[in-house]
């Protein structure tokens, strides 16, 4: 049973990612806010750091063609780059400490990477409408902000979460 709780919760995450972007655009402050929901991604780097990198490498790539395929005109770029920051996180964690704060810090400058290359691949493609600097003010702040929300309120219960079902494999 607990071989399935891990892509159900995935799954869940996914959809999730759904729900909580149809709160965006935001008015704050007179401006219009984009909040862009990337907790998939931190939960596929939490499984790559505190479960197995194998295992986060195929979640990346599955989830990442799922997103291409739900919420995306482009198939590709999310199935390649969830693996491809997976691999450069685990990469860099190699040679500073795995502590949380560390991980979660690096799971936003990723999540920032990430935004950064999408409108890039967008605006090589030419259906970006918005220049960089109110991609920085409407999108990217908020965004990282958001996921900062999340990673305060779950990034240790999935921790936890992640380590216990670590421990359950190494049991069986």
Known sequence: ??????PILGIVIFYSE???ATFSPIEAYGETRFLVPRFLFLFILLLSVYYK???AYIYGFTFGLLYDVFFTGIIGIYMFLFPLLVYIALYILRFINQNLIVVGLLGLFLIALMECAVYQFNMLIGVAGIDFKTFLTQRLYSTLL????FLLLLAYPLKSWIGNLQHAHLED
Not at 1 to 6: A, D, F, N, Q, W
Not at 146 to 149: E, V
Request: hydrophobic share 50%.
């Open 1 to 6: 049973m607990t071989r399935l709780i891990l």
């Open 18 to 20: 759904s729900i909580f």
């Open 53 to 55: 990198p194998k295992t």
């Open 146 to 149: 958001f996921n900062s929300l």
